[in-house]
């Protein structure tokens, strides 16, 4: 966003484009990025690749799906205390009043809300389904910030909601022994 002409942008506008026309022609409406573990640059990832799509002209949420340690709200200067954890536990708060415009045209964002004691049944729970299905009614691009695999189960109950996944890998910092356990647990759940 602040340099739109550099290197690394254009990488991300890469990563965007591979996701809008790879050969299978499956749906790209929602995206999951999660990394093996911490400090790999999922969040990085994620919040770059919600701001190609925007800048594209496509209405996009970033989502903070890490309800764990949430890192979404401080990228963009918000609050977290308001957000997804709270709208899932509470049916009386409606969609519009968690969604927080950017400063970024065409991008909003849903920040993690209160870190909840019991993660991973919320983001597998009736009204977690129901929220993704509104937002893809409301959104072209709807994009989860995850936590870390190797760590919890999150991710994994959030791929179910998700057209496409996005395994980030840090070159000479994602631990091998991590990454090879990441992907045996994938093999496992074809």
Do not use: W
Not at 46 to 57: C, D, P, Q, S, W
Not at 139 to 167: E, G, R
């Amino acid at each position: 966003h602040e340099d739109p002409k550099s290197p690394i942008s254009e990488s991300y506008r890469s990563l965007r484009t591979s996701l809008m026309f790879r050969e299978d022609k499956e749906s790209t409406q929602t995206i999951l990025v999660s990394s093996s573990g911490p400090g790999e640059g999922k969040t990085t990832t994620v919040a770059n690749l919600a701001i190609t799509y925007a800048n594209m002209g496509k209405k996009t949420i970033l989502l903070d799906a890490d309800l764990r340690k949430p890192v979404i709200h401080k990228m963009f200067n918000l609050k977290k205390n308001f957000g997804l954890s709270n709208f899932i536990t509470d049916s009386s708060i409606e969609l519009d009043q968690i969604i927080f415009s950017s400063s970024i045209k065409n991008l909003d964002l849903l920040t993690c809300g209160v870190v909840p004691p019991n993660p991973s049944e919320l983001l597998d729970s009736k009204e977690m389904n129901e929220l993704v299905e509104k937002l893809k009614l409301k959104y072209d691009v709807v994009l989860f910030d995850s936590p870390p695999l190797i760590a919890v189960t999150d991710a994994m109950i959030l791929k179910k909601y998700c057209d496409k996944f996005i395994l980030v890998v840090r070159a000479s910092g994602t631990q091998k022994g991590a990454l090879d356990r990441v992907l045996v647990g994938f093999d496992q759940l074809k």
